[in-house]
């Protein structure tokens, strides 16, 4: 018995001496009632590992999926983003988005300084990524890959800013389907097995207005000192559900009305599991709504600019299934509402073709400054596909009636199967004004093999960025970053992306304007897409709601 009796004691020990877990995973959800009467319900992921994977030998993986975490490793990745979409996010009727991506596939990496051959393991990197996703990032290649030199900076942890080790390509006819959302379900720690990730069923999520996912893996500081590196993945889930006319006119929804789904407990290895209604409105407004069963606690953050009020369904807390055994979150209208006063974005764009015939064409962008009286300078960047052959000397820049000139221009053109035009200029949009982008364009004749499967449907363009430093009147706190991640991200700022500000001083929001034009037939301008993604800001600069 004694040997037995030593084993048992070493084992204790063995256990009790064992350092706690170095990740953590919290996961949120946000539901969202749309001035059109639709539903918008964003989902966020975030997997935190206090380990730096290209310094350590790490050969055990906790929570952080461990194809992700050898694929930073061995190509040395930086900074990695990757969205898939489908529809388009109608900013006339739901507002400004919370977390923005183009439609189809949009992926954009930063290497380290160490890869010597970036063309190549960003070539690899695609095709392994496609494996991953079931996507079809394996036709990216040199056709649709860009090196923006101004755009794209990084959004986490970065000393150096070469846009050397950057590239960026978007398949705007990418569709996405189930066979995209399960291997990005399986990346989750609990899967879809428990925990919030149990109303991703296809069949809802699918039939939508609109639906994207996303995959953002970044480098972060570990503490407020900053003195260690740690590794973030996000993982979001943004669907838009008609519920205005699968509930005959009635605004009310639950969960189960929008998911067919309730939830039941949180995910075990979760730190944190927390469901967020927005119960915010404007005047005599608050007292017409009711969301049932009533909330535990109330969060106020600020969101683009503007003061929010969130209902918050803690899934941690015991108390919350005190009462059944199942949490199916109700929102009601006491009485029926004609619709929610739309404001109107500071900046927003929107983008058509113009002309006749199949020869030649014209590409026109507007961008409207709304401000009464501040001027915002804006960089854009347009990447055109090669059998499109721009006329440069025909860009025309006019705001007001008069010739507005970039005080940057930069531009790489194309040549015929090999690589896309590049172009990006810093422009001055003056308050209160609408700013036209025009440039023509001659349509290569193609060989009959280059033509897509279905020519009839045709032709698609990648979408044009727009960047711009907008300051913000309502400041952050800091401390609202650990209560909740995903406001954090919505703001636009937190703890983790002011340490990366260390090297580059200057903030983005860039948004991108129609990202699927038809070449066939003109475009009509109201046909747009605006998205604006948010990027870190300075120590002391704030966002505002644009």
């Known amino acids: 018995m004694e040997p037995l009796g030593t084993l048992l004691l070493l084992l204790f020990l063995a256990t009790s001496g064992a350092e706690q877990p170095r990740d953590s995973l919290r996961e949120e959800l946000l539901l969202s009632p749309l001035p059109s009467g639709d539903v918008a319900a964003t989902f966020q992921f975030r997997t935190r590992w206090d380990s730096d994977l290209q310094r350590e030998g790490v050969s055990h993986y906790r929570l952080f999926p461990k194809a992700l975490g050898q694929l930073i490793s061995k190509y040395s990745v930086r900074e990695l983003h990757l969205s898939l979409t489908q529809g388009f996010w109608r900013t006339r009727s739901w507002g400004q988005p919370y977390l923005q991506a183009p439609a189809g596939a949009e992926l954009w990496v930063w290497f380290q300084e160490s890869v010597s051959d970036v063309d190549k393991a960003w070539k690899d990197l695609s095709n392994i990524l496609s494996g991953i996703f079931c996507a079809s990032l394996n036709f990216i290649d040199s056709t649709n890959t860009v090196v923006p030199t101004a755009s794209f900076k990084p959004l986490g942890l970065a000393n150096v800013t070469d ?63 900053c003195l260690s590196m740690s590794w973030e993945l996000r993982q979001t889930l943004t669907v838009v559900f008609d519920s205005f006319a699968s509930g005959h006119g009635k605004k009310d929804w639950s969960l189960f009305k929008i998911f067919s789904r309730t939830l039941t407990e949180a995910c075990p290895l979760a730190s944190q599991s927390k469901v967020y209604v927005d119960i915010s409105s404007k005047g005599q407004e608050k007292e017409l709504l009711e969301v049932s069963p009533a909330p535990l606690s109330v969060h106020e953050a600020s969101v683009q600019g503007d003061r929010r009020t969130y209902a918050v369904y803690d899934l941690l807390n015991p108390g919350l299934f005190n009462g059944s055994r199942s949490l199916n979150v109700q929102l009601k209208w006491k009485r029926p509402q004609d619709g929610l006063d739309l404001a109107v974005p500071v900046l927003h764009a929107q983008r058509y073709v113009s002309g006749y015939g199949l020869e030649t064409g014209e590409i026109s962008t507007l961008i409207y400054n709304t401000h009464p009286y ?119 700022g937190n703890h983790d992306l002011k340490c990366s500000e260390r090297a580059g001083k200057v903030a983005f929001n860039p948004f991108t304007t129609n990202s699927g034009l038809n070449e066939n037939l003109p475009s009509r301008p109201g046909h747009s897409l605006l998205r604006k993604r948010r990027l870190p800001t300075g120590d002391s600069a704030t966002l505002v709601k644009i």
């Not at 189930?178 to 999520?205: D, F, I, M, Q, Y």
């Not at 003056?430 to 700013?435: I, K, L």
């Open 163 to 225: 846009h050397h080790f950057l590239r960026y390509a978007v398949l705007p006819r990418e569709v996405v389907c189930t066979e995209n959302l399960t291997p990005w379900k399986k990346l989750l720690p609990c899967s879809s097995k428990a925990g919030l990730a149990v109303l991703l069923k296809a069949e809802r999520l699918f039939h939508s207005s609109y639906h994207s996912q996303a995959v953002h893996i970044r480098p972060i500081c570990r503490d407020a000192s």
């Open 374 to 492: 501040r001027a915002f300078p804006v960089l854009l960047l347009e990447t055109v596909p090669w059998y499109l052959r721009l006329y440069i000397h025909t860009l025309t820049i006019i705001t007001k009636g008069k010739e507005n000139k970039p005080s940057y221009i930069h531009y790489q053109p194309a040549q015929d199967r090999q690589r896309p035009h590049l172009l990006e200029m810093l422009i001055q949009l003056p308050a209160n004004s609408v700013t036209k982008i025009t440039i023509q364009f001659e349509r290569a004749l193609l060989k009959w093999t280059e033509y897509t499967p279905d020519p009839n449907h045709g032709f698609y363009v990648s979408p044009s960025v727009l960047s711009a430093l907008v300051p913000s009147v309502i400041a952050m706190k800091e401390e609202d970053e650990d209560q909740s991640p995903l406001f954090a991200s919505l703001r636009g």
